[in-house]
T-cell receptor
């Protein structure tokens, strides 16, 4: 079962920041937080990941609370192309140096509106 | 490299028929995963391979399902005696053997059983 809880849907105005929350209160010390998104009729796409520090890349920022029990994905200037389902996943980085499977929940359906 | 390729993109079959899907992963990726996704749900893990070895199978993978990855390159997923409940999107992903963030998904094969 997925170890995360996300709101089922959110709206965001185009050009504004989209803040997508994720609760992972049972996260273990060696588990990372990963975010993927799935645009309609496509496979999921990696966005960003982190362990305990905040992370930023060209797509988004990831803010992880100090106790690591929740995180927020931030899309700084949402566009219509960011309309998608966003999945928050927790997983160990490696299992005996072998990457384990990703377990997806139901995600948050983000609708960016003009 | 053009990413993960899946063939066919769409398949309509009659109940009781057998179907086979193909996945061509990114060439340097050792691990290959199969997922199934039904409408409104996140992808559900089915099975994965490390090179040619099938390391894990989900309980979702009934006896009618079989997956192979000969020579550790492309993979096939066969469903025998299809049922209407098999209608779903079947997604393939590949990754390096240690990277939790490096999953690359294909666009999937949409199966409709009539």
């Amino acid at each position: 079962d997925a170890k995360t809880t996300q709101p089922p849907s959110m709206d965001c105005a185009e050009g504004r920041a989209a803040n997508l929350p994720c609760n992972h209160s049972t996260i273990s010390g060696n588990e990372y937080v990963y975010w993927y998104r799935q645009i309609h009729s496509q496979g999921p796409q990696y966005i960003i990941h982190g362990l305990k520090n905040n992370e930023t890349n060209e797509m988004a920022s990831l803010i992880i609370t100090e106790d690591r029990k929740s995180s927020t994905l931030i899309l700084p200037h949402a566009t219509l192309r960011d309309t998608a389902v966003y999945y928050c996943i927790v997983r160990v980085a490696t299992v005996n140096n072998q990457g384990g499977k990703l377990i997806f929940g139901q995600g948050t359906e983000l609708s960016v509106k003009p | 490299d053009t990413g993960v390729s899946q063939d066919p993109r769409h398949k309509i079959t009659k109940r009781g028929q057998n179907v086979t899907f193909r996945c061509d992963p990114i060439s340097e990726h050792n691990r290959l995963y199969w997922y199934r996704q039904t409408l409104g749900q996140g992808p559900e893990f089915l099975t994965y391979f490390q090179n040619e070895a099938q390391l894990e199978k989900s309980r979702l993978l009934s006896d009618r399902f079989s997956a192979e990855r000969p020579k550790g390159s492309f993979s096939t997923l066969e469903i025998q005696r299809t049922e209407q409940g098999d209608s779903a999107m079947y997604l393939c992903a590949s990754s390096h053997d240690w990277a939790g963030y490096g999953y690359t998904f294909g666009s999937g094969t949409r199966l409709t059983v009539v």
